[in-house]
């Protein structure tokens, strides 16, 4: 065992993780300014409760040793995964399992609700480096079943609660992943085109089939046909289920080079009267509040971000800390594009927050989970010796 004295000048020591710790703060200033615009006792809960918890969380989670974690990862996945079962129960007292907008998502702890969801986007993504670390049976078709079953039990009893937006962000995560342990792309390929195919299958048959032929519910369906209107410049539905978006692509449309500062911007962001607006729709407050200028900021803290995790990956040895940081990045990627894709009226609304930026206490504690593992990662030295990772010797392998 590292003495604590030694596993601190570790941390303290020069490496890419502090770049994803600058990223992940400023982030968060960004975010507890922007909820503040439209939400001032969210962005004091943020600042004063959940942004020190993160922190805390953060720290206790860059001292353990990497082994000690890939030993944790599955029963602590597993016990999650049996939290998201008690929750989908009917018979869960709703003073314990609270309805919100239509789902079953949080815990109740009297003044503190949590989001198990984003606890399992974290433990999912151990576990699947801790599964893929040393294995080569996922460089064949049928081996990679087992790695996309065990993304569909989380992902089913998330779209159980239902929340679709936390569920589009496993497939892609899993995917750089594999492409990242070594998997044989044109199986990969094939698997995407698959997934490809039943998205465009149901954007066909949402838009053009007869209500009695439908695949999607009645409100992804409306979604998915309001965001398609908008597009077309169709604007029945402006006052449906297309408001919220149209309100946040007018935010982000005005906001201009530089935006209207916070006072102006409050008074907009309020007359146009944005639902969700501190959490989902918080892109459209950026962009209204410091323009373009402000989103390309945003957009250049997560280039950061993503680029300190694969940074990380690209020197570390060990193979679950590569693994991991390569999933943490294509998460924390996917979530970015989706969240800022539904502000622009280029993706349907899912209900998916900004990372670091959104109001959420669980959403905030999970990400900088990320960021502390990412410093324990990469403030480790290469062990001496260590068992062979997926690594091949020829890389032209992967494209066989």
């Known amino acids: 065992m590292i003495p604590l004295p030694t596993r601190l000048r570790q941390l303290l020591s020069l490496h890419p993780g502090w770049l994803a710790l600058f990223a992940a703060l400023a982030l968060s200033v960004i975010g507890i300014a922007a909820i503040g615009t439209v939400a001032i006792p ?52 709703r003073a314990i399992v609270p309805v919100r907008n239509g789902a079953r998502a949080w815990i109740s702890l009297g003044s503190i609700t949590l989001q198990p969801s984003e606890l399992i986007k974290v433990l999912f993504v151990l576990s699947m480096a801790w599964y893929l670390r040393y294995r080569s049976s ?32 496993f497939a892609p995560t899993l995917f750089v992943m594999l492409v990242a342990a070594g998997a044989k792309l044109r199986h990969l390929g094939f698997l995407l085109g698959l997934v490809v195919l039943a998205i465009s299958v149901n954007v066909a048959v949402a838009l053009w089939a007869p209500d009695n032929m439908q695949l ?9 046909v309001s965001m398609v209107s908008l597009a077309q410049g169709d604007t029945r539905f402006i006052k449906s289920t297309a408001y919220q978006q149209d309100k946040a692509m007018t ?35 950026i962009a209204n509040r410091w323009g373009v200028l402000g989103v390309l900021g945003v957009l250049g803290l997560y280039l950061t971000l993503t680029a300190s995790f694969l940074l990380i990956a690209g020197r570390s040895k060990d193979p679950l800390a590569q693994l991991s940081c390569v999933g943490f990045a294509g998460m924390i990627f996917t979530q970015v594009v989706i969240n800022i894709g539904m502000n622009l009226g280029m993706l349907p609304v899912t209900g ?3 990372p670091f930026i959104s109001y959420g206490g669980s959403s905030l504690v999970a990400t900088f989970i990320m ?9 480790r030295r290469p062990a001496m010796l260590a068992r062979p990772n997926f690594e091949f010797d020829n890389p032209d392998a992967i494209f066989q």
């Open 42 to 93: 969210e962005a004091t809960k943020m600042a004063r409760f959940w942004l020190p918890v993160s922190l805390a969380v953060m720290a206790v989670c860059a001292i353990p040793r990497p082994r000690w974690i890939g030993y944790a990862s599955y029963p602590l996945f597993a016990a999650v995964l049996i939290v998201l079962i008690l929750m989908a129960l009917p018979f869960m007292p």
């Open 138 to 169: 996922y460089r064949t078709l049928r081996g990679l079943l087992v790695p996309f079953f065990i993304m569909f039990i989380p992902v089913a009893l998330i779209l159980k609660q239902p929340d679709l937006g936390t569920a589009l962000l």
């Open 216 to 224: 999607l519910r009645p409100h992804q369906r409306a979604r998915i």
């Open 251 to 285: 935010l982000v449309s005005a906001g201009g080079l530089t935006g209207y500062g916070a006072e102006r911007s409050a008074t907009i962001v309020k007359f146009n009267r944005v639902p969700h607006v501190h959490n989902d729709m918080i892109f459209a407050v």
């Open 352 to 354: 998916i927050t900004l």
């Open 371 to 379: 960021v502390g593992l990412a410093l324990n990662f990469a403030s």
